[in-house]
Each structure stands twice: as structure tokens, then as C-alpha cells.
């Protein structure tokens, strides 16, 4: 896997899947610098982080502040810049709506470091549905981090 200097994740409105991402994913320690970000699929106007989500990191001793949800862009592409989606249709979608995607850049996190299942997506479920969002995301960016400091 080449080196990269920013990681998007993205997530269909960005304010629960990724933005959980990113917040669990700055807690862990990489052998490098790297801008990390999150990005919404389909984001009408920006959004705080979901409350249950929120929640869920705060009990996880993670706080989020001023976060916004942001639309994914074609200026989000370049060669440095690694774009983590949380299912395979999103992961297809991308490829497919823009024009500077490119296959190796763009990838389903639980594909790249070879978990089974795809993040599961709590929205408007209970707050249990969230804390196993958690563990599952937390779990998977363990493993990306691995991947990446290995490089």
C-alpha cells in the first residue's frame, strides 16, 4: 500500500459513520503526518455529528468540537489523498459520479484490512446500534492504522 498524506472517509450524510471515523481514527498514533477528514455522500447543508454518535465517542473518552458535515467534491481527489467509504455501493458511486477517482484510491475500509462485513449503518437506531458502530469502526481503523504504519 503507498504512503498517503490525507485519508477522507466518507459516509452517506457524514454525520455518523465517518465522522465517527475520522474522531476514533485521530486517536491513534501513525509513523507519519496526515490530514484526516470526513465527507458526506449526499450533504444538502452542513450538520453537526449525530447525537447518539457524539455520545457514544464522548463515552469512549473521544470529544468531537465544531464538527460540520461536508459534501464529498471532485477538489477532495489527488494522488496523496486516500478515500475511505463505508459500503461498496458508496465505494461504486464514487468511481462512477467522479471523474478524478481512481480504483486503487478508493476503497471500502473493512475490504482493505480484510474484515468481512461492512460497517453497518446505525442511523436512527438505538443507542446500542451506535456503541456496536463503534466497536466495529474502531476495530477495522485498528487494523488500517497497523497497515499503514507497516509501509
Known amino acids: 500500500m503507498k504512503q498517503y498524506h490525507r485519508i477522507i472517509f466518507v459516509g452517506e450524510n457524514g454525520t455518523c459513520r465517518s465522522a465517527m471515523a475520522e474522531a476514533i481514527f485521530r486517536e491513534y498514533r501513525l509513523n507519519y503526518p496526515m490530514e484526516v477528514l470526513s465527507r ?8 453537526p455529528i449525530n447525537q447518539k454518535a457524539e455520545a457514544v465517542l464522548i463515552s ?18 489527488s494522488e496523496d489523498t486516500l478515500i475511505i467509504t463505508m459500503e461498496e455501493a458508496q465505494r461504486e458511486k464514487i468511481l462512477q459520479d467522479f471523474q478524478a477517482a481512481d480504483e486503487e484510491q478508493v476503497q471500502v475500509l473493512t475490504q482493505l ?3 468481512e462485513l461492512e460497517i453497518m449503518n446505525p442511523y436512527g437506531g438505538t443507542l446500542q446500534a451506535y456503541g456496536l458502530c463503534y466497536e466495529t469502526l474502531n476495530k477495522s ?6 497497515k499503514l504504519n507497516e509501509e
Open 40 to 47: 458526506a455522500m449526499v450533504a444538502l447543508f452542513p450538520e
Open 141 to 146: 481503523l485498528k487494523k488500517l492504522i497497523d
Open 60 to 77: 469512549n473518552g473521544i470529544t468531537v468540537e465544531g464538527f460540520m458535515s461536508k459534501q464529498l467534491s471532485e477538489e477532495d481527489f
Open 113 to 115: 484490512v480484510g474484515d
